[in-house]
T-cell receptor, first 108, second 113 residues
Framework: AQRVTQPEKLLSVFKGAPVELKCNYSYSGSPELFWYVQYSRQRLQLLLRHISRESIKGFTADLNKGETSFHLKKPFAQEEDSAMYYC??????????FGKGTKLSVKP | DADVTQTPRNRITKTGKRIMLECSQTKGHDRMYWYRQDPGLGLRLIYYSFDVKDINKGEISDGYSVSRQAQAKFSLSLESAIPNQTALYFCATKEGPSTGELFFGEGSRLTVL
């Protein structure tokens, strides 16, 4: 079965500290992987996808096929990064399977 | 701007009532989805539709039904609402068969008393 695990429900860091949100997946084949973000009172939106290999708002994510991980990283967290983050590997028929999410809280 | 719109945004109802949540999109996407968001459980897929004639059950379809009235409209119904269906419901669209990006509506918060 295809699964995605985000082990931290809540991650709290201070402004300027590095942040890493973990994501592990089990998936047959070569999945396409995404990170979605939900800011307070807003809709979910795409943060980044592994295929594009781009950095959005200072975040990057590297696909490690050996460890089946797709951790999201940012070297210096900002208060505006406080949000709910969801890892989402592509499931069967192109449907996305979402993790349970990690709430990032960046304190001043 | 092309968008995904959900109505109502908030609804409080009683156990046993029938509720319909509506989703419309102006993105011209074929694929539409209904997800449910619960604290600590993330987003779970309820139903999805690849086109007007193709509707599929997701992970948690029991207690729900859907209707794809047109390419642009996808409604979610709770025939007889129960309290554990209290949640935030999201509609989403996607352009085509590849995984691609999902575009979400703003969500419909449903409370079943």
């Amino acid at each position: 079965a295809q699964r995605v695990t985000q082990p931290e429900k809540l991650l709290s860091v201070f402004k300027g500290a590095p942040v890493e949100l973990k994501c592990n997946y089990s998936y047959s084949g070569s999945p396409e992987l995404f990170w979605y973000v939900q800011y307070s009172r807003q809709r979910l939106q795409l943060l980044l996808r592994h295929i594009s290999r781009e950095s959005i708002k200072g975040f990057t994510a590297d696909l490690n096929k050996g460890e089946t991980s797709f951790h999201l990283k940012k070297p210096f967290a900002q208060e505006e990064d406080s949000a709910m983050y969801y890892c989402a590997p592509g499931g069967s028929q192109g449907n996305l399977i979402f993790g349970k999410g990690t709430k990032l809280s960046v304190k001043p | 701007d092309a968008d995904v719109t959900q109505t109502p945004r908030n609804r409080i109802t009683k156990t046993g009532k029938r509720i319909m949540l509506e989703c419309s999109q102006t993105k011209g996407h074929d694929r539409m989805y209904w997800y449910r968001q619960d604290p600590g459980l993330g987003l779970r897929l309820i139903y999805y539709s690849f086109d007007v004639k193709d509707i599929n059950k997701g992970e948690i379809s029991d207690g729900y039904s859907v209707s794809r009235q047109a390419q642009a409209k996808f409604s979610l119904s709770l025939e007889s609402a129960i309290p554990n269906q209290t949640a935030l419901y999201f509609c989403a669209t996607k352009e085509g068969p590849s995984t691609g990006e999902l575009f979400f509506g703003e969500g419909s918060r449903l409370t079943v008393l």
